[in-house]
């Protein structure tokens, strides 16, 4: 990594033909020791031979056009699901399907039998209507319901042909592309999916140059559905409406022994979207889904190993089914992941993977005219380094608990190089990065003596997964960079396993009914007695939101007991709130606050529901923020979380607080909530941050428990051997 | 009711021994005609004899002390529920069942059998315990579960004694009494039951110079729970608590043919309070205490009518089972109704009150050193003037809808004489309210083509008894005082006999899963058929705060397609919600509106479903007040609804807009929102109102819709002959 003294390299710079001057001249500035190409690019010859480790950029699925015009019938599929539309008169019924839904991005399936694979259901009872009863016309599309219930609702799941693959179109939109719209095809199809490994063995001996193969990503992208404006009807990062097709539903019933409706993919409209209570049916198709994809991808990047080169998943985009969380990822065989990250989250996405191989991010922004947000960016007025700034500070919270081993960039130099102050702060940036590698040698920092455990139905599959409040970040966020571990743990998990004697506390955020909460689970009382007796004996539990809610024998968070409050959604209103103490303003958790708490929401309409509960903020009728203990353990209810420094703090007490180790607080701790650090015992090397754009004092305390004072200038990091800082600290 | 010119009577004034004076010199100054006692005065032979009609007060249930002393195993008993507690141990567990509950209240029944009236039920299973795993031991009063589940919570329902009664507490309470508790006996009890009617024969022989005997109330009180600490545990003035005892439970099993559970009752603890969406076993349990209430009911009246006596109903306090609006009331034979009164609300729930019977309304201020809410009144700074002119604006506007016959006051004369400004006003607001008596005759006012129906899961039962907004009062409030006429419908009436030709508009107001937005009857395809195509054939539906919801199918509003609105609860979170028109500014529903649209709530998660809908208030994605058509047809979704002139005028409006009627509007009405008019056709009166404490300047347009303007002084009526307004309208 050193080269005469200077950090350099785990670098990849995305590479723009065209435009080999300044390719080198960035490789350079940045100290990049391999070059990619983009969607929409090919490098020259002579990009080829500069000596760099040559990434190319591999989407199986869009990469033969040809094939897919050849091959409609083989592109992608998926379920959609029409407008409710009312029954307004006595006769027929017509529903014109894909109102609603682009024309450019799907065509109705014509070629599989329509009462074979849809459903037209009756949304007023929940019955699907006999096949009898219906047809496809299919010169109108539209569905005829021939002899409808006046003023039932219904709505059609149908088959389509995805005719514009994702990405693609993403990229096109976006950039203003013109020409052709990109298909793609499914490996599923036997045909298709012989096709594409010839075509990948063709491929690899075409790119004598390439050292890494960088698939981007496998086959199934998440939906990002849009309508007739080209604006998004639907869109899930974790979605798995695109693995679908005839042929899906036909094995899946082979697999497992029974038949999928198309309403189990459906979900009443809902789509299964991730922050739904999964159903078994669903998860029977993400594991079907799942088994598909790992087996077509380990023989993709079996064929890369055999040509010498090197296997990347690029993890988005066509991820589906690839998860690294679920058992057994290490098996593909892929000598390297990576992400997009523009936050803690999803560095800790990449950097947690289990397995022996490397991690690389791409950072924000990504060199095109406009943000995600579509702000603009690379154009007029856009400030790129204030943009990359924004991100960075998150992300390197993160780092500094698991690191990752490549950094990069994404998009078109051209626009890049408008920026000149960009890319001096790049360069910063990059040297950054390489010394947090070079003084931790991926080491783990310290961490306190206990796990902070997320709870959800979802658990590990769903590792740093949670995008709901993207990119805001929310309770994740806060944990990517806090110095404790996190586990993802799911109700499964504790039915299967119980609750880990080092887990110190179990956090459940969330809505009502939501997989984040939990929903349903919290009636199984497997669950229930299990957190109880944990909790009990010692663990803490914190509740954000909507913690074990589930209305169900007269009580709404069911562990009200645990937590010392209640919340009141109309059914307790005739009884009196009669417990009122005033605000504790003396607590562990609120100590390093400097002014009000604002943890988002203003109303929770949470009441206490025992004398012991200590309330922090808010009213005892609308309880913001309280304590309570249960036998030796401790719970904390939160009406919301709110992510910035001072509250990263507050959740890092209220956690020392819930496990009962506040005593661990002030051990390689800065006071100053703007600022952080982290201890590397197997390296003896310690390290202060600076979250801000501007200076920050803070106190530092050492292992032991002693302190010094450092005043950091904006921005910067400060690394010190174990045997300075002891020294320092007094 | 004139004397010399000066109107005069109607009027009834509380006594107070002692006071003879005093009384003399108000009824003078009010005007009465009669005097009545409160709880704990008797009248002198002296005021007996003055010559005013006499009304005296019997509550049966305390009437006889002895009696209850000599028998208390038939006083009055009730369900209470424990307090959860958690199983924290193996072997057994306790439970301390009257923890939170009063002892001066309340004395656990140990006379009838636990084990066939209690219940001791799991709340994590919501199965009960078998009766042979717990017992109950009476000398430390808990409950011993013997093999308790861990970390289970546990719950008793258990039978109690009512040993201080409930209107005799709260007096005490309120006026800081010493001496002995009253209690309340049982009519039920046939040794009781008996007893009392002898008691009845020998009062009435006793009171030879009563006119009226004004029963306060009947036999049972709505429960008004307290604790320890004698603060409210639970109050619900329609709850049906209070008819319990175990031969109730018994004579329940003998008349409707199956035994109730304690668990019909308590209802998880939430005890079917009136917002709860009622069950079948608990509208049995009504009918059942209706029946017995009515059937003894009569017995005592028609002993007061042999009397040659007139017997009244005070329609509070011990009113359960008397509902005036339930079919039959007249049956009764009461020769008057009274009710306390400090709302339009409360001033319609006794006048719209059906025969051919005298209403009379006691107003407020109570003459009690405090309020309801504990503010002080006649004490020290306390404005009786002040709190006197609060309510009674709000009784006006329904008065000149559906007038009283007769107005009084309760409580202490020491009290109120101390406050001379009072004692004018009073005389001054009495010669208003027979002043409209003497110009109406209590003949009907105009009102506009068709009814308003508010739409809840009680209907007609509970007219004009929503209690949940007490006393700030909501929709109910605002169409108490509107010139359309209301009507109370349920989703039984619509099963049973559909919508009402006469009927305009539907208003379905109340939180998701309250008995007032209707719950899982949104999800009777019956209700949804009916609604839907009464709605598109004209109709109009008001659809306010959670209307038409139930999470089924993938919809939360099941009326969306009428409303063109749908709430985010969590589950559509992916959806583009691209529907984002901007604010429809100019509206038939705005046109009066001086300032902003406030109408209580500033966040719903409402969003628009349909292209069609118009957004007058909040944004797309939180929606405050939106319009929509179906069919000819039309509905307005508004978040809440707070009570003030503006929004009074802006619901007005709604309903005129949403029936098609908003040419109606400029007919006998006034533009200025702070004031009212009512046009008496059978009588050729017409009145405008000044409604607030400022002079008002409005237009007022008659019949034929031509306009004169009208300056009113303060709190002020102008009283016009139809010949006299229709000159000055031009």
Redesign the interface.
Known sequence: MKESGKLTGHFTLPAQKGMDNVVKMLCEKWGADAIRDSDGTVLSEELLNLGYDVYSTICLIRADQEWAKAHPEQCQQKYL?SH?V?C?SNGELRIKIQNGYSHEQYKIDTEHDPKKYWEV?D????KAVSTKNWQYLEHVQEILIESP?????Y?VNFLVYQIWETTSMYNYITNNWTGEHQMGVDPRQPETGRHLLKYLDHWIETHPNTDVVRFTSMFYQFPLIQ?E?R??????WS?YLDPMSALAMDEFEKEKGYRLRSEDIVD????N?S??VPKKEFLDWMDFTQKFVRSYTKKCVDRVHKAGKKAVLFFCDHWIGTEPYIAGFEKLGFDGIAGPCLSGVELRRISDVPGNLFKEVRLYPYFFAVNLQNEPVFTGNGDPVKECKRWWKGIRRALLRRCVDRIGFGGYLDLAVEYPAFLDYVAELANEFRTVLDKTKKTLPYSVGKKVALLDAWGKMRSWMHN?NWPQGHIPECLSGLQADTEFISFDDIRKKGISDNIGVIINWG????AWSGGKNWID?EI??KI??WV?GGGGFIGVTEPSAYE????FFQLA?VLGVQKE????????K?IQPGLTSEHFILDDLTGDIDLGAT?SSVYLSSEETRLLAGTPNNVLLSTNTF?KGRAVYMADYKHNAENIRLLYRTILWAANMENELKKWFCSNPNTDCAYYPEVKKFVIMNNTEENQDTAVYNGAGKMARFSLAPMKMKWFELEEINRLCI
């Open positions: 699901i409710p009312t307004a259901i949304r007023t009872t929940g219930r006046k003023w039932h609702i709505t309508n404006k604006q998004n009807a639907y869109l899930d979605g009443e409209g809902y789509f979207a922050y739904r709901d809505t009502a009914n939501s009382t229930l007695v109880r007796e009990y169900y024998q007269g009580r007991d959604v109309g059914n307790t209103l005739s009884w009196g009669n109303n036998g």
